[in-house]
Nanobody, 120 residues
Framework: QVQLVESGGGLVQAGGSLRLSCAAS????????MGWHRQAPGKQRELVAV???????DYADSVKGRFTISTDNAKNTVYLQMNSLKPEDTAVYYC??????????????WGQGTQVAVSS
């Protein structure tokens, strides 16, 4: 079993910054990719950013130039630095990880979500 624990959400004024963290633990052999998704009220969950084990990154157009995804591989942790936040960034942010487990299987795991609220 693998657990993802997120932290760092909160309330911030427009133009401000927040840094989200997500630590993976458990029966991990390797992590193939980690990412952040978000879901605003009444909307579908959408990909925000993803980073592969090789360091390749991809971002939603709406966050390019403002958000940066990074990892600390030694800690199995992914970060999302969010700058120049806008009210439309308000959502629950979910971490996910594509994990190869010690038992030889490959699964996609999700965190419980952390709320980000941006006031205008």
């Amino acid at each position: 079993q693998v657990q993802l624990v997120e932290s760092g959400g909160g309330l911030v004024q427009a133009g401000g910054s927040l840094r989200l963290s997500c630590a993976a633990s458990g029966s991990i052999f390797s992590i193939n990719a980690m990412g952040w998704h978000r879901q605003a009220p009444g909307k579908q969950r959408e990909l925000v950013a993803v980073i592969t084990s090789g360091g390749s990154t991809d971002y939603a157009d709406s966050v390019k130039g403002r958000f940066t995804i990074s990892t600390d591989n030694a800690k199995n942790t992914v970060y999302l630095q969010m700058n120049s936040l806008k009210p439309e960034d308000t959502a629950v942010y979910y971490c996910n990880a594509d994990v190869s487990t010690m038992s030889g299987y490959r699964y996609d795991y999700w965190g419980q979500g952390t709320q980000v609220a941006v006031s205008s």
